[in-house]
């Protein structure tokens, strides 16, 4: 059980990595645009896949964002898991109502959390393997989560 300040971008890059690493079954991420985590990276990308693909019944992916427009125009990778890994990955764009809120979670098996209390900057707090410090932030998500909003889809309609 530990838990540490992050204080600068260099960190909280690492604390994510860190989070992904520790491979969980379940990830929850409440995030303005998924831009400050770089989900887009090789590495990033294949722990996710490794989570998606897992032999747990219980594997799961949710994100929900305040900003759709950068994962829907630059995340490619993460739009082609969408599309092989629905149900087991969702993407939610928040109700409006959300955009006001400024912080960011990521939560991993609700026992890993890291918390970023503003979205404009790399302070945050990273808490490994203690279920009971990361109740709230689950709780959090849940709520969040319980909002509502669209869903995304994998496919983009033209004309």
Known sequence: MSSRL???WSEYDHAVQELLDLSPTR?????EDLAALKLETAPRVAALRALLVAA???????????????????????MNLLQLYAPLLTIIHAP????RLDDCL???????????FH????????????ASECA????????VLGEGGDALGSTTLGL
Request: glycine content about 0%; aromatic content about 8%.
């Open 56 to 78: 747990s019944h219980h594997r799961q992916l949710r994100i929900v964002v305040r900003k759709r427009e950068f994962v829907c125009q630059y995340s490619p990778h993460l």
């Open 6 to 8: 992050i204080t600068t």
């Open 119 to 130: 979205r404009e900057q790399p302070r945050a707090r990273l808490i490994v393997d203690d």
């Open 106 to 116: 990521m939560i991993a098996d609700d026992r890993h959390t890291l918390v970023r």
């Open 96 to 99: 409006p109502h959300l955009d």
């Open 27 to 31: 990830l929850d991420i409440f995030d």
């Open 136 to 143: 709230p932030y689950s709780q959090r998500f849940a709520e």
